[in-house]
């Protein structure tokens, strides 16, 4: 069930008020890490997050940048950031 109204937006703030509290020389494998973690919290359901940094001299994901969290031991995602298209 999605969350809605109040207790949605304890938890966004309390998320962001976790990553904020990254010193700023944390490695960016950690923050992504992080981040991972705290959308699955968000959530509040079993699964995975797989997420990559973006080169912005590449106007790219960095597929060397991939960190996956969560239950990742199933995940069949492919090693390389693809785009979804609607």
Same mark, same amino acid.
């Given at each position: 069930? /999605? @969350? /809605?109204?109040?207790? *949605?937006?304890?938890?966004?703030?309390?998320?962001?008020?976790?990553?904020?509290? @990254?010193?700023?020389?944390?490695?960016? /494998?950690?923050?992504?890490?992080?981040?991972?973690?705290?959308?699955?919290? @968000?959530?509040? *359901?079993?699964? *995975?997050?797989?997420?990559?940094?973006?080169?912005?001299?590449? /106007?790219? @994901?960095?597929?060397?940048?991939?960190? *996956?969290?969560?239950?990742?031991?199933?995940?069949?995602?492919?090693?390389?950031?693809?785009?979804?298209?609607?």
């Amino acid at each position: 069930m /999605a @969350l /809605a109204g109040p207790e *949605a937006l304890r938890r966004l703030q309390k998320a962001g008020e976790r990553l904020a509290g @990254l010193p700023p020389d944390t490695p960016m /494998a950690d923050c992504l890490r992080r981040i991972g973690e705290e959308a699955l919290r @968000l959530i509040d *359901a079993p699964g *995975a997050a797989v997420l990559f940094g973006y080169d912005p001299e590449r /106007a790219a @994901l960095d597929p060397a940048t991939r960190v *996956a969290v969560g239950e990742t031991d199933a995940l069949t995602v492919p090693e390389s950031p693809r785009l979804c298209r609607a």
